[in-house]
């Protein structure tokens, strides 16, 4: 199995455009997050589906900010309009489920950069 | 609202060394206690885990030390070697579903 896949892996936008992250998980697991890191804040969750469904979007930032699973094998994050301080790097991790806690695997993450 | 305090920052430790990196948390409900390892440019990857009906756990050359009176815990990595020199994170995970990461421990192994 290939991992968790994420692209773009650096993207460098200006302030105000639209960015969407992309991200496939493994095959077969049933949970996907959505993580940001930074060197102030850390690793923060911002949001996890369970079989494509959103259950706690509760890390989400701010209206900007939005998630989708469309189904088991993608999932975009998508912040628009997009400003300097969200740059940082966004993971996503899948989880094999089907119960939770269980390892996560994490991806090789998007380094996001706002000018 | 902070809810798991990992320490120290950064440590630097002589090859064949001890490493030791401590957490501690405020809720008594966690139930899962997972340390991650993070290399630069790289995802964390799962290390070693532990529940609270053990007090110790080891693999290799990693320990997870459990002190469920004390709300600590703690990674021990013995005979340290250089490819060990990464980022520790702890984390604890809640009922909510959501796994809640420490600030992470910069570990340099000097040869």
């Known amino acids: 199995d290939a991992g968790v896949i994420q692209s773009p892996r650096h993207e460098v936008t200006e302030m105000g455009q639209e960015v969407t992250l992309r991200c496939k998980p493994i095959?077969?697991?049933?949970?996907l997050f959505w993580y940001r890191q930074t060197m102030m804040r850390g690793l923060e969750l911002l949001i996890y589906?369970?079989?494509?469904?959103?259950?706690?979007d509760s890390g989400m930032p701010e209206d900007r900010f939005s998630a989708k699973m469309p189904n088991a094998s993608f999932s975009t994050l998508k912040i628009q309009p997009s400003e300097p301080r969200d740059s940082a790097v966004y993971f996503c991790?899948?989880?094999?489920?089907?119960?939770?806690?269980?390892?996560?695997?994490f991806g090789p993450g998007t380094r996001l950069t706002v000018l | 609202q902070q809810q798991v305090k990992q320490s120290p920052q950064s440590l630097i430790v002589q090859k064949g060394g001890i490493s030791i990196i401590n957490c501690a948390y405020e809720?008594?409900?966690?139930?899962?206690f997972p340390w991650y390892q993070q290399f630069p440019g790289k995802g964390p990857a799962l290390l070693i885990a532990?529940?609270?009906?053990?007090s110790e756990k080891k693999e290799g050359r990693f320990t997870i030390s459990f002190n469920k009176s004390a709300k600590q815990f703690s990674l021990h990595i013995m005979d340290s070697q250089p490819g060990d020199s990464a980022t520790y994170f702890c984390?604890?995970?809640?009922?909510?579903?959501?796994?809640?990461f420490g600030q992470g421990t910069e570990l340099s192994v000097k040869p």
């Open positions: 991790a899948s989880v094999p489920g089907p119960k939770i806690p269980d390892t996560q695997y």
């Open positions: 809720n008594t409900a966690f139930d899962y």
């Open positions: 984390a604890v995970f809640n009922q909510g579903g959501k796994l809640i």
């Open positions: 589906f369970n079989n494509n469904v959103p259950i706690d």
């Open positions: 095959s077969g697991h049933d949970y």
């Open positions: 532990i529940r609270p009906d053990v």
